[in-house]
């Protein structure tokens, strides 16, 4: 069964803004992570986060991890026209990562 | 110099056929995979090898078969394809604990 599932499945808005997409899980994990995918291109690790960490950062990406909630969520701050990808959450467990659906997000020049 | 390189990046075959999509990285991680992910981009494990051993076979039909000859290789042999078989197949390698080097995909047509 699928591990990840993301909110929201598509997000468009404008440059400047914040977008925030979230995912949820369902077993024990050792860490997640966030990935972004641009149309017909392989997959950009972006952040992971291990589950005894609750925030992290990197640049514009702030990520928070709730275990009691199996629950993560992706903040990309002042968005810009070329954050226009698919995200997706993955969780590390058992040896393997485990992949959301996705979010697709659109940022309008 | 690309870190995981996966070839070729386009294949196009007959129903039936046998084809072969090579991946090799030079990060020098442990592990490697193969990933598919269909037309709905869902992306689902397919195998994984560390140091040339397999450890993970995701219920994947016999006719798929990867072959690691070092861990800097892991190549993916597929016989008697099928319609269904069309998707794009992601290699990827990391070490423990670690995120994932993705390669760029090959997008496997079967028509």
């Known amino acids: 069964s699928q591990q990840g599932e993301e909110d929201p499945q598509a997000l468009s808005i404008q440059e400047g803004e914040n977008a925030t997409m979230n995912c949820s899980y369902k077993?024990?994990?050792?860490?997640l992570q966030w990935y972004r995918q641009n149309s017909g291109r392989g997959l950009v690790h972006l952040i992971l986060i291990r589950s005894n960490e609750r925030e992290k950062h990197s640049g514009r990406l702030r990520v928070t991890l709730d275990t009691s909630k199996k629950s993560s969520s992706l903040l990309i701050t002042a968005s810009r026209a070329a954050d226009t990808a698919s995200y997706f959450c993955?969780?590390?467990?058992?040896?393997?990562?485990?992949f959301g659906e996705g979010t697709q997000l659109t940022v309008n020049p | 110099d690309t870190a995981v390189s996966q070839t070729p990046k386009y294949l196009v075959t007959q129903m039936g056929n046998d084809k072969s999509i090579k991946c090799e990285q030079n990060?020098?991680?442990?592990?490697m995979y193969w990933y598919k992910q269909d037309s709905k981009k869902f992306l689902k494990i397919m195998f994984s090898?560390?140091?040339?051993?397999?450890?993970i076979n995701e219920t994947v039909p016999n006719r798929f078969s990867p072959k690691s000859p070092d861990k800097a290789h892991l190549n993916l042999h597929i016989n008697s394809l099928e319609l269904g078989d069309s998707a794009v197949y992601f290699c990827?390698?990391?070490?423990?604990?670690?995120?994932?080097?993705f390669g760029s995909g090959t997008r496997l047509t079967v028509v």
């Open positions: 077993t024990s994990i050792n860490n």
């Open positions: 993955a969780t590390d467990a058992r040896s393997r990562l485990t």
């Open positions: 990060l020098g991680h442990d592990t």
């Open positions: 090898y560390n140091n040339k051993e397999l450890i």
């Open positions: 990827a390698s990391s070490q423990a604990g670690n995120g994932y080097t």
